[in-house]
């Protein structure tokens, strides 16, 4: 069993010092990965047959399917008009004459619904509540041209999205609906629940704050300067683009490994480009136009104006990303929780079901969603 540690409300507690490298280049931590550019990237999938094998350590299951849930494909429509995919997953024994607890889950950064995502809902769905996990648009199944467009404001609205779909089902208990957001979608359900009132329960796991990420890097590495570069160069694709070019893409996970692969870098390639985690039609790559966008993103402004809707942070003790969670952590208002994983990294938490707490969300939304 997997042990954890936790802090509520308002105690204080020293940060990790030292958590993970500096993002080098466009900071895009697109599928919260590397944020190098890749050269010579092209749109093409790997097929099944060429990817290597991952690290299926530690009870590594992406793809854990339950026969204990039922899983239906669906499609809604946000507020812009967009069609959004989604995979509703129901447990067998649920009574569909009363009224259930649901939960909204999203994928990290850059990724589908099929990456953690299902897995999370899945897992959830094996505890009783009806669980919705949503591909955000511009990635995966969903509506957006041009494709892996960075477009935040557009993302926390899918999740608002999958409130309405959830809400609608006659089997859901309308004031009973939580989210989580994995990856750059914790950053995500932070910025939809300042707005949403509907949704009752927040928790997120291995968070990445896309916007602060993308200004400073990790540990505040970068400078102005280095900020002032990357404007420079989204703005001059903008006119490449705009005059016809090519659409140019940066950041996420390296199509292959070289001597000089960050220790982020082969963290995420285990998951993204191998056999464990690989699947079809997903990039991680942003386009180079939009990534800029997160620098105007805040998710953590007015994080406290939640309250006294509960929310949970869940962060792996090693996880580069973890200083997210803590700050997050801190800024919050009342009711809320920091767990942290022992002998856990950031991806580690995107499948390693020997890992991953899930009674400990299990018993979140149990209580805070009635």
């Known amino acids: 069993m997997t042990t954890i540690s936790t802090r509520r409300g308002n105690r204080r507690w020293t940060k990790l ?12 931590t697109s599928a919260c990965g590397s944020a190098e550019s890749t050269p010579g990237w092209s749109s093409r999938t790997a097929e099944a047959t060429d990817l290597p094998a991952g690290d299926m350590s530690r009870g590594a299951d992406n793809f854990y399917t339950s026969d204990r849930v039922t899983v239906e494909k669906v499609t809604f429509q946000n507020q812009y008009q967009m069609s959004v995919s989604g995979n509703l997953f129901v447990p067998d024994d649920l009574d569909r004459n009363t009224t259930n607890p649901a939960v909204v889950v999203g994928h990290p950064m850059g990724a589908v619904k099929e990456q953690s995502a299902d897995l999370y809902a899945t897992k959830l769905a094996e505890q009783g509540f009806v669980t919705l996990s949503l591909d955000l648009s511009f990635w995966g199944e969903s509506d957006g041209d041009p494709r892996n467009l960075v477009a935040p404001d557009i993302y926390a609205e899918d999740f608002s999205a999958g409130v309405d779909y959830l809400r609608a ?39 990445y704050d896309m916007g602060g990420v993308s200004r400073n890097g990790l540990n505040h590495s970068v400078t102005l300067e280095k900020r002032r570069d990357m404007l420079a160069k989204a703005a001059a694709q903008r006119d490449v683009e705009f005059s016809g070019g090519e659409t140019a893409y940066t950041g996420g996970t390296p199509e292959r490994l ?19 985690g690989n699947s079809p039609g997903t990039t991680t790559h942003p386009t180079l136009s939009s990534n800029v966008r997160f620098m105007n993103f805040y998710p953590f402004a007015d994080i406290e104006t939640i309250s006294p809707r509960p929310m949970l942070f869940i962060a792996g003790e090693n996880a580069h990303s ?28 995107y499948d390693r079901t020997d890992l991953i707490p899930f009674d400990k969300l299990a018993a979140f939304f149990t209580e805070n969603l009635g």
């Open 169 to 207: 089902q006659s089997f859901v208990d309308k004031e009973r609906v939580g989210a989580i957001g994995v990856c750059g979608s914790g950053s995500f359900v932070i910025s939809a629940a300042k707005i949403d009132p509907r949704i009752k329960a927040v928790a997120t796991v291995s968070m």
């Open 17 to 28: 010092a030292g958590t993970g490298a500096a993002l080098l280049g466009v900071l895009a």
């Open 322 to 349: 973890r200083e997210f969670s803590e700050e997050a952590y801190r800024l919050a208002g009342d009711r809320k929780e920091l767990v942290i994983v022992p002998d856990a990294g950031h991806v580690d938490l």
């Open 258 to 276: 070289t001597d000089q692969s960050t220790a982020i870098d082969r963290e995420f390639y285990d998951f993204y480009r191998t056999t464990r």
